[in-house]
């Protein structure tokens, strides 16, 4: 069992709790029909992943460990300032990966599986792809070894990094007041998944919202702004085999096309 899933143990009871409110909600109170299909794929994408996580530990652990082995100083995490040190470097380490994985194709492929879902409720969260190995988000979190930060502690933050967005993809919880500054909210992360032209490619926080304001990606829902959400163009399909691998098949018909050299590289590693 993964680190993920240890700490998942904690997390899983509200999730499903939280999802079973959410379809009642939809059902009684809004009468919405509910996205039974969409929710299957994202439940499907999740037990995809589940080879993955154990395998993970095994592919990236030697990695993780040498750079550890290496570090320039070690950090303790059994005080508050190591635990509020490490929290912030994971969520800067995060922000930059997610960013990246907004506007590199080859991490784009892994991640536009989670962008899939036209309808942001709780399932949404659990549709993730399976292939970040692949695509190399990891090697965001390697400056967080070397400068001192012991692996088993990132991993752990990580995985509850993860765990706090369950709980932001939903439309029924509207702005909460201060907490809009620190945190990364339901508000907040609609317009991450919004496909409006005029909302894409902000918000790329996970627990924390500050890195997005320092570093100019911050934008505030607006009320008055009707959103849409899903990918930009959608790829029409509920089959979780063809969403997972769809981009990494366009890659490869398009990189066949190529011209040159140079033309292959800004198609695998240019904007999505």
Not at 244 to 251: I, K, P, R, S, T
Request: with cysteine; charged share 15%.
């Amino acid at each position: 069992m993964s680190i993920y899933d240890l700490i998942g143990l904690q997390f899983y009871p509200f999730i499903a709790a939280a999802m079973v409110l959410e379809v009642i909600w939809f059902i009684a109170a809004a009468k919405r029909d509910y996205p039974w299909r969409e929710m299957l794929v994202s439940l499907s994408t999740q037990v995809m992943h589940v080879p993955v996580r154990l395998l993970k530990p095994l592919v990236l652990g030697p990695i993780a460990w040498f750079f550890w082995e290496h570090r320039v100083m070690t950090i303790p995490i059994g005080t508050t300032s190591g635990l509020v040190l490490l929290l912030l470097a994971d969520e800067l380490a995060y922000y930059w990966a997610h960013r990246a994985g907004h506007n590199v194709r080859w991490l784009w492929a892994s991640h536009m599986v989670h962008h899939t879902p036209d309808t942001m409720y709780f399932p949404t969260a659990l549709r993730t792809g399976i292939t970040e190995t692949l695509s190399g988000d990891w090697l965001f979190r390697l400056p967080l070894y070397l400068v001192g930060f012991n692996p088993l502690a990132v991993a752990a933050t990580e995985a509850i990094n993860l765990f706090y967005q369950f709980w932001i993809h939903t439309d029924l919880i509207g702005r909460l007041g201060p907490l809009e500054w620190v945190f990364n909210t339901p508000s907040h992360h609609r317009v991450h998944h919004a496909s409006n032209a005029e909302l894409l490619d902000h918000n790329y926080g996970g627990i924390l919202i500050v890195w997005d304001r320092l570093f100019g990606t911050f934008l505030r829902e607006q009320p008055s702004t009707s959103m849409s959400y899903g990918l930009v163009n959608p790829i029409g399909s509920l089959n979780p085999i063809k969403v997972v691998f769809y981009e990494w098949g366009a890659m490869v018909r398009d990189v066949r096309r190529a011209r040159s050299s140079r033309e292959c590289v800004r198609l695998l590693f240019g904007r999505p």
